[in-house]
């Protein structure tokens, strides 16, 4: 008898924990405590990023302009160095002696025309005393003017020859930063061959920034004719650049490859803190719009693209996918998907479903 009353107290308490189960089971999970924004449009620019890279607003080939042995290297390999500033010396005995050729060659061109014109003279004032016949006259006076046509060419070999004494010094032909010396001291250089070519010479400051923009970002910089465009650098390191650029280029046609447009912007860059060669983030802003913008970690995102989490009705979550533009600091601007005071869930987004209970965090 003691027995069955211990089987069947045991059978009541395993009745009331099945109800209570059961009970727990209908009411469903426990509601998420989330926080929300309420999103409102505000103005933002309008702006487009794209990755360019640096080169020198002038890129010089410093080439040799005559044949010689290099004697001389005069600058550092790396130096900033101003226009005018002798780089390399090749040899000037040859064309020193060309050049005391050529000199000597006008002399004598000078002397015959001397002599030609005083004949000419003599010969003039016996035809008109009919002393000789005109022909020898004529003969005399053309004389002349072939001594005059020769020392003309005799003072163009000089000033050939002093100018190919002058490219034995091979200077700088405008400032900038020096590259390594591509020619050893000894060898023979020519400008007919690879040879010729010495160094080269690249101007850092200012510096120019080269990027693509795609065909609908071009058309948004176009309208916005009147606005001031304004580019903003950022190094590779995430540090945004001190100063702002300024397009000074924009392609005419669109690549058919890439469906891109090429740009051009000139930055200063007085410190030479940017290289050329180096890679860089571009930001264009042309001007500003009214957009909504949310936090960028309330923004998630799936194989049908990104969407944002809702407080629905009834306080039940709700998947609202959206089309998100740039970033603007530590938000996301969106485009479409959104409309003023939807309330956007910020966190435990982890746990978000399809209609699972929120509750909304009261505001600190």
Do not use: H
């Not at 995430?238 to 740009?263: C, I, L, W």
């Not at 923004?299 to 709700?318: D, P, S």
């Amino acid at each position: 008898m003691r027995a069955l009353v211990v089987a069947i107290s045991l059978l009541l308490a395993a009745c009331t924990q099945g109800d209570a189960k059961q009970g727990e089971a209908k009411k469903g999970p426990a509601a998420v405590t989330v926080s929300v924004v309420s999103v409102q449009p505000r103005e933002v620019p309008i702006s487009f990023d794209a990755v360019g890279r640096t080169e020198g607003s002038r890129e010089v080939q410093v080439r040799a302009r005559v044949s010689g042995i290099l004697e001389k290297q005069l600058y550092t390999e790396g130096d900033s160095v101003k226009a005018g500033a002798v780089l390399f010396q090749i040899e000037r005995a040859p064309f020193e002696i060309e050049l005391a050729q050529a000199r000597g060659a006008l002399g004598q061109e000078v002397a015959r025309l001397d002599l030609a014109m005083k004949e000419s003279e003599r010969l003039k004032t016996l035809a008109d005393r009919r002393a000789i016949s005109q022909k020898e006259a004529d003969q005399a006076f053309s004389a002349v003017s072939q001594s005059t046509a020769a020392v003309q060419v005799a003072k163009a070999r000089v000033r050939q020859a002093e100018l190919n004494l002058s490219y034995t010094t091979v200077s700088a032909p405008i400032g900038g930063i020096t590259g390594r010396a591509q020619q050893s001291i000894g060898s023979l250089v020519s400008p007919a061959n690879e040879s010729a070519m010495l160094t080269t010479l690249t101007r850092g400051d200012p510096l120019w920034v080269r990027f693509s923009l795609s065909e609908v970002e071009y058309a948004t910089v176009r309208g916005s004719e009147g606005r001031e465009i304004r580019i903003k650098l950022e190094t590779a390191d995430g540090k945004p650049y001190p100063q702002e650029a300024r397009v000074n280029f924009a392609g005419s046609t669109v690549d058919a490859g890439t469906g891109t447009v090429q740009m051009r912007a000139e930055v200063p860059n007085p410190d030479l803190a940017l290289l050329p060669g180096q890679f860089v983030r571009v930001k264009v802003i042309a001007g500003s719009q009214q957009a909504i913008v949310v936090p960028q970690t309330a923004v998630m995102q799936n194989e049908g693209g990104r969407f944002v989490w809702l407080v629905g009705a009834e306080g039940k979550a709700v998947q609202r996918p959206i089309k998100a533009g740039s970033w603007l600091g530590s938000d996301w601007i969106v485009l479409e998907g959104l409309k003023p005071g939807d309330p956007v869930i910020v966190d435990n987004l982890v746990r978000m479903r399809p209609g699972a209970a929120v509750t909304v965090a009261a505001k600190k």
